[in-house]
T-cell receptor, first 115, second 112 residues
């Protein structure tokens, strides 16, 4: 069964460093998403992406964050200068369409630890 | 705004015990309600859903009934197995939005 994959599973970085989290969505999906979950808190929406553009973003997704689909398969989240509070589990998801009851398929997550 | 509140975990049970994980919500409009499950090392998977009041979602022996009068969507299973050990997330979506609002997740640990 097709699945969303994410790498690395765990990333440790120093505060102020740039990190890139990688995702490979399901191959025929057109819509891509990033969510995060700070330990003990709720899963929060960050951004959605379609047709090489951001279609929606939350207030969390500030100028420190960017997303890119550099080739036909990868979807990346870049944090330009990490802060301690960026430590969280980051989930990628993809879907065939966006609206209605359409299901988003989630990856296993990347745990980011900022020291 | 929308919000989802789940019972705190971990919930620890013996195999074949009855499971209830409570979920209540606050939403504008008429939400669709979901339970997702995350097994160790895997992504969140949609477990079941209900789109209107009194609907019952069910899958893999799990059930949840959409209760509009109590704004609840509690997850139940009559007899849990060790393989049910996972984190369970309650979520909702309203209107035409594709963005779910999640709860914090409840960890379930089932011992043999």
């Amino acid at each position: 069964e097709p699945e969303v994959t994410q790498t690395p599973s765990h990333q440790v970085t120093q505060m102020g460093q740039e990190v890139i989290l990688r995702c490979v969505p399901i191959s025929n999906h057109l819509y891509f998403y990033w969510y995060r979950q700070i330990l003990g808190q709720k899963v929060e929406f960050l951004v959605s992406f379609y047709n090489n553009e951001i279609s929606e973003k939350s207030e969390i997704f500030d100028d420190q964050f960017s997303v890119e689909r550099p080739d036909g398969s990868n979807f990346t989240l870049k944090i330009r200068s990490t802060k301690l509070e960026d430590s969280a589990m980051y989930f990628c998801a993809s879907s065939e369409i966006q609206q209605g009851a359409n299901e988003q398929f989630f990856g296993p997550g990347t745990r980011l630890t900022v020291l | 705004g929308n919000s989802v509140t789940q019972m705190e975990g971990p919930v620890t049970l013996s195999e074949e015990a009855f499971l209830t994980i409570n979920c209540t919500y606050t939403a504008t409009g008429y939400p669709s309600l979901f339970w997702y499950v995350q097994y160790p090392g895997e992504g969140l998977q949609l477990l079941l859903k209900a789109t209107k009041a009194d609907d019952k979602g069910s899958n893999k022996g799990f059930e949840a009934t959409y209760r509009k009068e109590t704004t609840s969507f509690h997850l139940e299973k009559g007899s849990v197995q060790v393989s049910d050990s996972a984190v369970y997330f309650c979520a909702l979506r309203t209107g035409g939005s594709y963005i779910p609002t999640f709860g914090r997740g409840t960890s379930l640990i089932v011992h043999p």
